[in-house]
């Protein structure tokens, strides 16, 4: 048995391997051809030239590959258990002994093999190829990420009794500088107190260091003003005290990281960023529907390997007499793309809808693992 298990998972996943390499060259021909249109342009420091567009599509493959591996799956695992039913091989290793258990046991471990490499490379490679091609970009073109369209990305964090609100414009083509910072601190009636304006800043651990920073400083009114003799009201304003630095140390829990998951796309994070980030919402009582939804997806994403082996297994009981491959194949490809389609559109109805993060995010594969299980048993049981 160990013979056929080898044999199985090295076909399987040389197909996938194929498969793979055959849409991930598609893709990238596809953005060498969006790139092109940057190529030339003068930049803030060089030219945005062939060599930076290949480089930015060497940074997006690692995407490429982590989108995907679940449908690649499926094809190569549809493409080898259908041939083996076609040319009757799948027969004679049920006649030796291949019994439907042991089948889905050896297409479980190839899919775990699967569901890991794609969970690596979402969780790791590819938040750090995806970051590094948009600061290529942005290196070349322009120097900054400018976050939310130039309306900038805004913060919120609690401090004291009171809060703190604070407004990232863009993000330097070094990912360590921030540029348009404007930060808004309020008392715990909800009054502001002080507002601080500068034109960069360089997170510390703990602290921001902000650079060209003007400081005002609201007077704080308390009381009630009582009357004079005249009517008048005996009040003293103090004045708005303005304060100018060409280096201000501010402290804040706010990290580099949180301000990157403001404004680089949520899709190119890591689960632990993820983590962070929603646990820093949740505390400052902002809305965490979105990235929390986006966080069950990412648990749940790599496991779509998984589910695509066990749709994959019951082509292998399948008689061709009438038909050939092709169509069953095109079936099996429509089942995979029809759950990839949910997983989104179940992503976009959730966070419009506020449904529960978890079960939305769990449903498209709970559902088609259950199908595919439903449908084996009724095949085994009429072949």
């Keep these: 048995m160990k013979i056929v298990t080898r044999m199985l998972q090295k076909e399987v996943i040389a197909t996938v391997a194929m498969t793979t390499a ?12 969006s790139e092109s249109r940057f190529v030339s342009r003068s930049g803030v420091q060089s030219s945005y030239g062939m060599l930076q567009a290949l480089t930015h599509m060497a940074f997006s493959a690692p ?40 089948a889905l046991r050896i297409l479980l471990g190839v899919g775990l093999l699967f569901t890991v490499v794609t969970f690596v ?12 091609a948009q600061l290529l970009r942005a290196q070349h073109l322009g120097g900054r990420i400018v976050a939310g369209g130039g309306a900038g990305a805004w913060l919120r964090e609690r401090h004291g009794e009171g809060s703190r609100i604070v407004s990232v414009t863009a993000l ?23 507002q601080i304006h500068a034109d960069s800043a360089q997170v510390r651990p703990g602290l921001w260091q902000l650079q060209q920073a003007q400081e005002e400083t609201l007077p704080a009114q308390t ?21 100018r630095h060409d280096e201000l140390a501010w402290p804040t829990g706010i990290t580099g990281a949180m301000v990157n998951a403001a404004i680089l796309k949520s899709d190119g994070m890591s689960t632990m960023q993820l983590l962070d980030y929603v646990r820093h919402l949740r505390a400052n009582d902002q809305s965490t529907q979105r990235f929390e939804l986006e966080l069950w997806r990412k648990v749940f994403y790599p496991l779509g390997c998984l589910v695509m082996v066990v749709l994959a297994l019951p082509f292998a009981y399948l008689h061709f007499r009438s038909g050939g491959i092709v169509g069953y194949m095109f079936i099996g ?11 989104v559109v179940l992503g976009y109805m959730g966070n419009l809808r506020g449904w529960p993060p978890l079960p939305t995010a769990a449903a498209p594969a709970v559902a088609y693992t259950l199908l595919a299980l439903g449908v084996f048993t009724w095949m085994v049981r009429q072949r």
């Design 22 to 33: 055959a849409f991930l060259a598609l893709l990238l021909f596809f953005d060498l051809i």
């Design 223 to 243: 009381g009630t003003p009582a009357l004079q003799a005249d009517g008048s009201l005996d009040a003293t304003l103090t004045p708005i005290q303005v304060q």
């Design 333 to 343: 490809i429509l089942v995979g793309i029809s759950y990839l389609m949910l997983n």
């Design 63 to 102: 995407m490429h590959v982590y989108e995907l591996l679940p449908i690649c799956v499926l094809i190569g695992t549809v493409f080898v258990m259908a041939r083996y039913a076609k040319t009757s091989q799948f027969t004679i290793l049920r006649t030796g002994g291949l019994g439907p258990g042991q």
């Design 121 to 132: 490379m979402g969780d790791y490679i590819a938040p750090w190829a995806e970051r590094s």
């Design 172 to 194: 330097q083509a070094d990912g360590q500088q921030m540029q348009g910072i404007r930060i808004f601190e309020f008392a715990a009636d909800g009054r502001l107190s002080r």
